[in-house]
């Protein structure tokens, strides 16, 4: 027993027989019969499709048009460009459910695999590696928040940054160091707050090993930790940046201390890792009572039923209780710092409920930009599989004869005593008779364990590695299989999800992808709204390739946000939210969104009730609901001959507009580059729209005189024209928009999206912003003689074009008045 390990035989049998067991555990979702539902549908299988059909079309998957109005795919974190999911995209232009799932499930086998090899390296044996991959794998939050696909991937990038660092500083190897910044840039390319968590973990393998170790350990690894820092910082420089520039310009740059701690484990929850299903979250007969739907046991936390599931199997439970507290084991030199990193992560969890994670949250950078602090049991479950499988190899290792009987007495009395703890937590929330059964079930499990730790010890014959592997493998699978098994968090028919399918035959989305389709070259490329249709709607956008105003994801552009009123998700009706510049579906910015369908589960009025008779026309009634038209909806890019200034913060404060016809003038914030006179203007400009496509835009136009350009998409930084082949410069127009300014005659526009030469310009105007003359006046546009007073539906006076109002009076420049139109043309249509 004592050489097995050490002769390196065994890891073969005990890798196979958790590759066997992985395929047991994930055919459920391995054969289709059941796909990772949630977020792993209407967000990331949404995400995956959209980049498959942007590589397979020749476009650049690095800007999206499809989803609120525009949006950096390159800088969100959680679009999977650069993940292994670029993989699956080039390899089909559409990956089933079926491939997504498997994908998602391969990183579990992956980081098992990690840590079998972490256990190799160090001779432990086999068998105690073969556990702590088994409960990596289905233990805690990896089986229970399989839907969280980005967590996922950071969770297994983790195991395997974690074994490549321990064998970097154990052989001081500059190609282990490589691998290592490497594998922990994949873990924090699509930044979350388990990347983070895990990042401190690697750094505090390297300072226990420096303490460990003195100054010999100190100078012997520097050299490899210098080869791992330059691969790391290599893989995620530039992606670090663009996430960054994007996450200040989005609605959540950080979380607040309050906000945060609402994502907190509740501590009743820790019963789950003796009882996984105490409160009912697996059982679908039982409604589920636990801490987040118990309002007298925790008020204002936000996780779901899945989130608080801590449960990783009664023998690893049982053997980090005994041996491992009840003769020291976990303070074993060798897991001494994954012990306390160990009790970190739980008290992490459980935020507000210890100081720990205020004082994280002050002190620890990066915590303040994520929520839930309950994303730490991600961790709580990695590192308790280390532990357990170290406790596991020290008891297949430890002397003949060695007795555990005093141990084993020891963790009954701590089992039995939880066990009343929760029966009497259960009485008093009226649940008892929910209780008892889950209750008997996980100690019979731990009877089972007991007599599993017995017969490790008292099989010591030459097939006793071979006797352990199959003995653990099987109480564990099972186990883990019953306890951790698909349920309705992790596990629901694909049918549920067929909207996300390109190929799907749903009604409504062929009634919307036949209204928005135009001829080439039409100037209109219209918007849909999907109104509530339910949690699976809002990315369809980005599955079908039409343009949707609203869309499903924590980070989005604050400015669109806060113009159009979005959430992180319209799952229902109930959820769209009017903003002052928004105020309705009849309203001045919905038609310059070029929001023309509008899809609702429910009659539109129960929605929007300012809506009258003819403001929207109905079109279609399918199963899934009703069919809008706004028949105002403006194209998607237009010729406007004049200008008028604005104070497009204030627009979006007071919800008014300067009295303007978008087919006349556009508004700016600041003068155009070539000088013109500020003004509406009836000049008629024919456009055409010749490309679209995700980065890049061409649009021809002919005009009798100069003037803009208008592309009603979001405007962004990192976005370029030119007209002729000659680089201009675009405006922010009409609040959110884009205008480029054209010369007379017939010209051609070309809007191109450049991540990398934005990106970096960002940064260097935010490192040297561009210096202020104080001295010099500021331009002022030409005072009017009148003010200029919207005269619509019983509206509150518009806003005066040029400086607000309060800027106005306090340089006592008096009211500004609007210039008569400049007569270019004289017919224009209509707006």
Same mark, same amino acid.
């Given at each position: 027993?004592?050489?097995f ?10 890798a ?41 079309s ?69 068998v105690?590696?073969?556990?702590? +991959?088994?409960?990596?794998?289905? *233990?805690?939050? %990896?089986? &229970? !928040? ?6 996922? /991937? #950071?969770? =297994?990038?983790?195991?395997?940054a ?7 500083l ?37 300072? +226990?090993?420096?303490?460990?170790? *003195?100054?010999? %350990?100190? &100078? !012997? ?6 080869? /791992? #820092?330059? =691969? ?7 992606p ?20 945060a ?42 996780? #779901? ?35 306390l ?6 008290l ?31 961790l ?22 060695t ?34 059964k ?58 549920l ?42 990315n ?19 400015d ?11 799952a ?19 038609n ?15 929605v929007?009730r ?38 497009f913060?204030g ?21 155009p ?34 003037g ?12 370029r ?17 884009r ?11 070309r ?12 940064m260097?105007?935010r ?65």
């Amino acid at each position: 027993m004592d050489a097995f390990p050490r002769k390196g035989a065994g890891y073969v049998l005990a890798a196979t027989a958790f590759v066997c067991v992985w395929a047991v555990l994930c055919w459920p979702w391995l054969s289709g019969a059941v796909t990772i539902p949630f977020d792993a549908k209407a967000h990331f299988q949404a995400q995956i499709q959209f980049l498959a059909q942007a590589l397979h079309s020749g476009q650049s998957p690095f800007w999206t048009h499809n989803v609120f109005g525009g949006s950096p795919q390159v800088a969100d974190p959680q679009s999977l460009i650069f993940s292994p999911a670029i993989i699956l995209a080039l390899l089909s232009p559409s990956p089933s459910f079926r491939a997504v799932d498997a994908y998602v499930l391969a990183h579990l086998l992956a980081g098992g695999l990690a840590l079998m090899m972490f256990f190799r390296d160090r001779n432990w044996h086999p068998v105690g590696g073969l556990m702590a +991959a088994l409960v990596f794998a289905f *233990g805690a939050s %990896a089986a &229970w !928040r399989v839907q969280h696909v980005g967590q996922i /991937a #950071s969770l =297994a990038f983790f195991a395997i940054a974690f074994w490549l660092t321990a064998r970097m500083l154990q052989r001081s190897s500059l190609l282990a160091g490589a691998f290592a910044g490497f594998s922990a840039g994949l873990m924090v390319l699509e930044p979350d707050q388990v990347a983070l968590l895990g990042c401190y973990i690697l750094v505090g393998m390297v300072v +226990a090993h420096w303490v460990s170790g *003195g100054w010999v %350990a100190v &100078w !012997r690894s520097l050299p490899a930790i210098a080869a /791992a #820092s330059v =691969a790391g910082i290599a893989t995620i420089a530039l992606p670090l940046l663009w996430t960054w520039l994007f996450a200040e310009a989005t609605t959540r740059p950080a979380i607040d201390l309050a906000e945060a701690g609402r994502g907190s484990l509740h501590p009743a929850s820790l019963l789950t890792a003796f009882f996984g299903d105490l409160f009912g979250a697996l059982d679908p007969k039982v409604d589920f009572w636990g801490p987040y739907n118990n309002p007298d046991w925790a008020k204002e936390l936000f996780l #779901s039923q899945n989130m608080g599931q801590v449960y990783f199997g009664a023998l690893p439970l049982l053997l980090l209780i005994a041996p491992g507290l009840t003769r020291g084991w976990l303070w074993d030199r060798a897991v001494r710092p994954l012990t306390l990193l160990f009790a970190f992560m739980v008290l992490f969890a459980l935020g507000r409920y210890t100081p720990v994670f205020g004082l994280a949250y002050d002190y620890l950078p990066g915590v303040k930009v994520f929520r839930r602090p309950a994303d730490a049991t991600f961790l709580v479950g990695g590192l308790g599989a280390l532990l357990s499988g170290y406790v596991l190899h020290r008891i297949l290792t430890a002397e003949p004869g060695t007795s555990f009987r005093r141990d084993l007495l020891a963790a009954a009395a701590i089992l039995l005593a939880v066990a009343g703890l929760a029966l009497a937590l259960s009485q008093e929330a009226g649940h008892l008779r929910d209780a008892w059964k889950p209750v008997a079930l996980a100690l019979g499990w731990f009877a089972a364990a007991a007599v599993v730790f017995v017969l490790l010890r008292r099989w010591r014959g030459g097939m006793a590695p071979v006797a352990a592997a199959v003995l653990v493998t099987g109480v564990l699978a099972a186990d883990l299989g019953v306890n951790n098994g698909p349920n309705e968090s992790t596990a629901l028919p694909p049918q549920l999800y067929d909207v996300l399918r390109p190929e799907t035959h749903n009604e409504t989305i062929a009634v919307l992808k036949r209204l928005t389709a135009q001829p080439a070259g039409s100037p209109r490329r219209d918007r849909v709204e999907l109104l509530g249709m339910g949690f699976e709607w809002p990315n369809a956008a980005l599955v079908h390739g039409f343009d949707h105003t609203l869309g499903y994801n924590p980070l989005r552009l604050a400015d669109f946000s806060e113009a159009v009123g979005t959430r992180d998700g319209i799952a229902s009706p109930s959820e769209r939210k009017f903003t002052p510049l928004f105020p309705s579906y009849r309203c001045r910015l919905a038609n310059m969104l070029g929001l023309r369908y509008i899809a609702s589960p429910v009659p539109i009025e129960q929605v929007d009730r300012s809506l009258q008779d003819g403001d929207l026309k109905l079109v279609a009634r399918t199963k899934d609901g009703y069919v809008y038209e706004n028949p105002r909806a403006l194209p998607r890019v237009l010729f406007a001959g004049g200008w008028q200034l604005a104070d497009f913060e204030g627009m979006k404060q007071g919800g008014q507009w300067p009295e303007f016809d978008p087919r006349q003038a556009v508004l700016l914030e600041v003068e155009p580059p070539e000088a013109a006179p500020e003004g509406p203007s009836l000049v008629k400009g024919e456009v055409r729209l010749t490309r679209y496509e995700n980065t890049e835009i061409e649009v021809e136009v002919t005009a009798a005189a100069g003037g803009f350009v208008v592309l009603n998409d979001i405007w962004h930084p990192w976005w370029r024209a030119q007209v002729d082949g000659v680089e201009t410069e675009i405006l922010r127009a009409n609040v959110l928009f884009r205008a480029v300014q054209v010369p007379a005659g017939t010209h051609k526009v070309r809007f191109s999206f450049h991540a990398v030469e934005g990106a970096i310009a960002e940064m260097r105007e935010r490192v040297s912003p561009p210096a202020v003359e104080d001295d010099l006046p500021l331009p002022l546009p030409p005072l009017r003689d009148e003010p200029v007073i919207a005269q619509t539906d019983g509206l509150l006076p518009s806003m005066l074009a040029g400086p607000s109002p309060a800027v106005r009076d306090s340089l006592r420049l008096g009211p500004a008045t609007a210039a008569p139109p400049r007569e270019v043309v004289s017919s224009v249509q209509g707006y």
